[in-house]
């Protein structure tokens, strides 16, 4: 049984420590030690548990199961750790809950509004409307689609103190090229409301072109453009 368990200790080591903190077991070790190396093990998991779940390919959910299993197999083995080892199991569930929250928050570039994180380019930092889509889509978001008018409000105003009254404009994740002058949402194909929405009617948008365009000038209005332009963009991650 101490065998057993001394290899459950030495996989979940070789698992989930990181190198910096291998040690090699002194010249007094014996299988008498295996309960305290058990403790030392927990203590050990916890203080590196935030390091590992950044660098791991698991999600935080399997890391967990993976280490509960391990450390409820070795409180099967070893009774006498079982206090020990249960605080410490729900000690490693809230820092990996928290490390993942970490990672889910804006980035420090990115902008807080309502639910969702916007990220504002630069006006120098000009892409088509399909490069602009794909630049948010590498980082988890999408071309921004304010589908209230409070969403559309927030994003004016973020936008008018960003860039002030230009002559030029930024992508919006509209379109409407699955069915021309159909406009859509791009990441839901959910049709666009006639009432939540922010066309600059009075310019004749929309019109025939097929990407959608926030105009600085003339009150940050949607204006329809050629989808081939290059244009500064907003991405939204919800």
């Not at 989930?16 to 299988?31: G, K, M």
């Not at 409820?72 to 020990?84: E, F, N």
């Not at 930092?125 to 988890?140: K, V």
Request: proline share 4%.
């Amino acid at each position: 049984m101490k065998i057993c368990q001394l290899m459950i200790i030495l996989c979940v080591c070789e698992a989930l420590v990181v190198p910096s903190t291998r040690e090699i077991p002194s010249s007094n070790f014996s299988l008498e030690n295996v309960d305290e190396l058990s403790f030392l093990l927990t203590a050990v998991i916890a203080s590196n548990i935030i390091t590992n779940i950044k660098s791991s390919n698991e999600t935080a959910s399997q890391t967990l199961a993976t280490m509960t299993a391990m450390m409820t197999a070795m409180m099967m083995m070893s009774p006498a750790i079982a206090p020990m080892m249960v605080p410490m199991i729900a000690t490693t569930s809230v820092l990996l809950i928290n490390s993942v929250m970490d990672q889910n928050v804006c980035p420090s570039d990115w902008v807080v509004l309502e639910d969702s994180c916007y990220f504002f380019s630069e006006l120098t930092n000009i892409l088509t409307w399909n490069d602009a889509q794909a630049y948010c889509n590498e980082r988890g978001a999408k071309l921004a689609e304010p589908e209230t008018m409070q969403e559309v409000n927030l994003l004016k105003a973020e936008v008018n103190s960003r860039y002030g009254v230009v002559d030029n404009g930024v992508w919006l994740g509209g379109d409407d090229m699955n069915t021309d002058g159909v406009w859509e949402w791009s990441s839901t194909n959910t049709p666009i409301s006639t009432t939540d929405s922010d066309w600059d009617t009075a310019n004749g948008n929309p019109g025939s072109e097929q990407c959608m365009l926030m105009y600085l000038a003339f009150g940050s209005l949607w204006r329809d453009t050629a989808c081939n332009e290059e244009h500064a963009f907003i991405c939204e991650r919800v």
